[in-house]
């Protein structure tokens, strides 16, 4: 089973699932938000310690799971989903941290050291990744500058317990190649990427990727929807920009469309499409 996991091309994001697993727990540095249980798409039909199973079932061995995911942070809820992805021959790819702004002026110091803690729950869970916010500000050079620094330091932090600690292009801070590249050369190979296809807009999306894909460690494959199905040029497109820049890593299947009424209709279709664009390559180039 290891040797399927490590050789796995697929993941899936707890994300794709939000509405199957219904309520969410907002964890947050700040302490004027609520930490109440929320249900923004319902009470849900399945629990986290169900979704690893759900997965091996069809054949997918690796999870990304969201933070607002986990209903409990007590070790002994930890330890039992840690117990049920090792059942279930699942690898937590990566833990995504939901909240937290490293780039903010007035509270980046107080989110990068709540950011941090996240760092023994993801070793708990025997996460091979951590996602965090690069930031939600504008992208003025000094708001990167503070993002860096506050990254190097959380990097350095996980260093020890093997945790690698990857950030996405992803919010205000980040809206192109130029300032995805900055602080990825400024933090010099202490943070990855986690490259997502759904966070930047068409036209320059697709260069935008081809850019910072080769750079990417991780992939977050969303596909956006119409009201007739999925959009396959545009998913064709970044599948391509993907091949461009020679990305070669895993890929998280992203689906958070209305379209399919069972959300898991919506993550094997992308499954598929993925496998018959690489299919499709593999026959072109002989």
């Known amino acids: 089973m290891i040797e399927d996991i490590e050789s796995g091309r697929f993941a899936v994001s707890t994300w794709s699932l939000h509405r199957a697993l219904g309520t969410v727990y907002p964890y947050s540095p700040d302490p004027a938000k609520s930490a109440a249980p929320q249900e923004p798409y ?56 939901e909240d937290g702004d490293p780039s903010n002026p007035e509270t980046a110091e107080r989110d990068i050291r709540w950011i941090a803690g996240w760092i023994e729950i993801a070793t708990a869970l025997g996460a091979r990744n951590m996602r965090v916010i690069a930031g939600k500000q504008q992208p003025s050079d000094e708001n990167l500058a503070r993002s860096s620094g506050h990254l ?100 998280t299947l992203i689906y958070d469309s209305p379209f399919f009424p069972d959300e898991w209709d919506g993550i094997l279709l992308q499954k598929a499409f993925i496998e018959q664009f690489h299919q499709d390559e593999q026959r072109a180039t002989g």
């Open 152 to 251: 190097s330091w959380l990097a350095e932090q996980a260093e020890e317990s093997g945790i690698r600690v990857v950030t996405e292009n992803w919010f205000d801070l980040l809206p192109s190649p130029r300032e995805m590249n900055w602080l990825l050369d400024d933090l010099a190979g202490k943070v990855g990427l986690n490259g997502d296809l759904g966070n930047w807009s068409a036209p320059d999306k697709y260069a935008g990727l081809a850019d910072i894909m080769r750079r990417a460690e991780i992939c977050h494959a969303k596909a956006n929807y119409t009201a007739s199905g999925m959009d396959t040029q545009d998913y064709g497109k970044c599948l391509e920009a993907c091949r461009q820049a020679g990305y070669a890593g895993p890929y």
């Open 42 to 97: 319902g009470p849900g039909s399945v629990g986290l310690l169900d979704v690893p199973r759900q997965l091996a079932d069809r054949g997918i061995h690796r999870l990304e799971i969201c933070s607002f995911h986990l209903p409990s942070l007590d070790a002994d809820y930890l330890r039992r989903l840690r117990a049920a992805l090792d059942q279930s021959g699942v690898l937590l790819q990566t833990l995504l941290v």
